[in-house]
């Protein structure tokens, strides 16, 4: 029987394990467009002080709010990059911020969900740019506002909006 998913991975895209990353990685079968729909995380949604120990994948989706993946899926296997090809579209969606080419690994950058020190890290993500270290309060780099403009997950953006009206 085949596995039964909770979220919605776009056909163009296959798991495969990803060994550089120390487990797996989504993948384009195909050339995908820009703002095409990659996945719809689905889940069960908890509060911060109800967070299980031992939890499997979290995504925080609103003040206080995070999702927890029920069980590995494919949607769950997006890893963060300093330099991106996805970005938030809503709460849990996820869309192409650019061209993407068959072969690519999809990823996005933890900066565009994350609004709290619940998943740091120390980066090797390879970019260019790569911040060396992924925290909870990236979100407040304001070069990230405009490269990521538009694809914020929407509680990040309200506290973004809420900064620069601060600072006028
Ligand atoms: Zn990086």
């Known amino acids: 029987m085949p596995a039964e998913f909770f979220s919605y991975t776009s056909p163009s895209l296959e798991a495969r394990p990803h060994p550089a990353k120390g487990g797996m990685g989504l993948f384009a079968l195909q050339q995908i467009a820009k703002d095409e729909l990659l996945i719809l995380w689905g889940g069960k949604v908890v509060m911060l002080d109800k967070l299980p120990e031992n939890h499997?994948?979290?995504l925080q989706i609103d003040e206080?709010?995070?999702l927890l993946t029920i069980t590995p899926e494919p949607a769950d296997y997006v890893n963060h990059s300093c330099?991106?090809?996805a970005g938030f579209l809503g709460q849990v969606g996820l869309v192409?911020?650019?061209t993407v080419h068959p072969?690519?690994?999809i990823t996005m950058d933890y900066a565009m969900c994350d609004g709290?020190?619940?998943?740091?890290f120390d980066c090797a993500c390879?970019?260019?740019a790569c911040r060396?270290?992924?925290t909870g309060d990236d979100w407040r780099i304001p070069e990230l506002w405009a490269r990521y403009a538009g694809y914020f997950s929407p509680y990040l953006q309200r506290r973004i909006n809420a900064l620069k009206a601060n600072n006028h």
């Open 132 to 134: 060396g270290r992924v």
């Open 56 to 58: 499997e994948k979290l």
């Open 116 to 120: 709290s020190p619940y998943d740091e």
């Open 64 to 66: 206080g709010l995070y």
């Open 83 to 85: 330099d991106p090809n």
């Open 103 to 105: 072969g690519e690994e």
């Open 96 to 98: 192409a911020i650019r």
């Open 126 to 128: 390879g970019a260019a």
